[in-house]
């Protein structure tokens, strides 16, 4: 007899038979399997189930997920059964390690966003706002960030990285996007240089706002020169945001590869300064347009 799990039904909002709220890191309990399995399948369905989709489209997806997930060798001369793609997609859902899991998700979702987009499918959500929902109702603790899946789950991080990576700003937008790409490789993170392009975002950002370049954009002088074009920000912030700067310029900062941003730089660390730098970014944006309060 099969069993109901439903998260949020009588028995778990009643603590009768709960449904597990720990979050989920490095293994993923049946349930969250069997629901990441359901929602590649409702994806799929979703991306090719209209009438613009081009008629070889689920074929040159399924050759993609054997040949580039999978490392197998392809004939692109035959028709591939969706059945036995998905057998093997499934499996590994249910089955292997969890950073098999995300690498196989994290590759279907870039795929199938970017032939939704190259083909202006209109749909409400992102595949990738999408999976976000699934990751957060099963627990999971990560989330796609931009076209990658981080190991951040906070909302408000998500949204504020988000933003940052969405600015009109290219500069900017390819270091937050870089510092986000290192903290998200689960084979081999890159904590030092993710907090290096995090600070360069703002770096990149202090010479958009400014016009000064090289090693003269500095953020005192980018604060300054924006309270002389009349864009006043509030003193407690504008000594967070020097402290912040400080904390990697100092003689054990980033710049001379010390404890701090240097070879022994932790995980914490650099979300710290993706996070941070984001907000930041995002809020200069948001008073240089007028949006702020000009007061001090």
Known sequence: MLKVSKRG???????????NTEIQLKDFDERTRVQLVNMVSRLYTRTYNHEYYQHDAPQNFIKFVLGDVYAQQVDNRKIYSEDSCFKIVNETIMKDDY???????ESIAQYWEYYI????IYHYETIFDCINQIF????????????YISP?????????????????????REHISKANMLLSDRENPDYENSIKESISAIEAMCEVMTGIHGR??????MLKKLEDNGIEIHSALKSAFNTLYGYTSDANGIRHAGDIG??????????FMLVSCSAFINYLISVSAGDGNKRK
Not at 9 to 19: A, E, H, L, T
Not at 216 to 221: I, Q, V, Y
Not at 262 to 271: D, M, Q, R, V
């Open 99 to 105: 950073d098999a899991v995300l690498t196989l998700i």
């Open 9 to 19: 039904g009588f028995s778990d909002r009643n603590g009768i038979k709960p449904v």
């Open 136 to 147: 957060k109702q099963e627990y999971i603790g990560y989330r796609f960030i931009g076209d």
């Open 117 to 120: 987009v190259k083909n202006r």
């Open 262 to 271: 240097g070879p022994a730089s932790t995980f914490e660390e650099a979300k």
């Open 152 to 172: 951040i789950s906070d909302d408000e991080e998500v949204g504020s990285i988000n933003d940052a990576l969405n600015n009109p700003y290219q500069p900017v």
């Open 216 to 221: 003269e954009a500095t953020l005192g002088k």
